[in-house]
């Protein structure tokens, strides 16, 4: 693992507001609390959903997603527990487990399955959606599995662990890289008392959500559980926070696209005539 000192900072950006996620469920039944719903998409452009999902009851996972389509975002599955097997309409397959990620961009339309591949113990982890540029929402479609040993780390001197998912911190280049959106995906993990600090670009829109114990940002504690939507203070240039007791969190930053968001379920488009069209493609066969 890499050692790193963290960034000193003129200004960190502060709470704005804090986002409690919904129950809800999705797939063939899995329970889940989605955390960015979809009246945050203009907010927190270009990210148009995170959904976290975590139980140790397998009823409320074992059924997983069966076979559904995307087209025009990319998706991000981190595993932070559990086994989760991945099928594709291109003929891919993969295993995501413990700590590992999956990047998958739909582009144009892919068809896939997620299911668990375990029948007890806990299941924890996120999806996130990324939006794709007008330019790139009908590029051919891509997908890659990270294992967890593929992810960076680097340690700080006060014992934070930070695994860089996607984008850089503090030095560190993530496992992934994209451009246009310049997604910042960080998983920190944090003894009780400790300071972190990394930079984020002052155009990119930013929240972290906590999933274990509490973290403060300046004013503002921000508890398990909890979305901090950061501001977009002008002249901050990135994010400075203290654990309140041992904490964990993700931290997820992009730049915005600033182009129309029409989403109907799995399909986000700019027009609503690209939806009819992704639909029509769908029920044609033309995804895969
Ligand atoms: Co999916």
Redesign the pocket.
């Known amino acids: 693992m890499d050692t790193a000192t963290t960034s000193t900072l003129s200004s960190t950006r502060s709470i704005e507001r804090i986002v409690q996620g919904v129950a809800t469920s999705d797939g063939a039944g899995v329970s889940l609390t989605r955390v960015l719903t979809g009246k945050l998409q203009r907010r927190l452009d270009p990210f148009l959903m995170l959904d976290a999902f975590g139980s140790d009851d397998p009823d409320e996972y074992i059924a997983g997603?069966p076979e559904?389509p995307?087209r025009g975002f990319e998706?991000i599955t981190y595993m932070l527990h559990g086994r989760m097997r991945h099928r594709d309409s291109a003929g891919h397959e993969g295993l995501l487990e413990n700590g590992g990620m999956q990047w998958m961009i739909a582009g144009r339309g892919a068809i896939?399955s997620?299911i668990p591949e375990q029948e007890e113990g806990l299941m924890e982890g996120f999806q996130l959606w990324l939006n794709l540029p007008t330019a790139n929402k009908m590029a051919a479609p891509w997908y890659k599995d990270f294992p967890t040993s593929e992810i960076p780390e680097y340690r700080t001197p006060d014992g934070v662990t930070v695994r860089v998912i996607a984008g850089s911190s503090n030095g560190v280049a993530g496992a992934m890289t994209r451009e246009v959106t310049e997604p910042l995906y960080l998983d920190i993990h944090l003894p009780a008392g400790a300071n972190f600090a990394t930079a984020i670009p002052s155009t990119h829109n930013a929240f972290i959500y906590v999933y274990r114990g509490a973290v403060q940002v300046g004013d503002t504690r921000v508890e398990v559980q909890r979305m901090g939507i950061l501001a977009n203070s002008p002249g901050a240039d990135g994010l400075a926070l203290t654990a309140s007791e041992d904490a964990r969190l993700i931290l997820v930053a992009g730049k915005p696209l600033n182009e129309p968001i029409v989403q109907y379920g799995?399909f986000v488009m700019n027009t609503q005539e690209e939806i009819h069209q992704a639909l029509d493609d769908y029920r044609n066969g033309r995804f895969a």
């Open positions: 997603f559904h995307h998706t896939h997620e799995p």
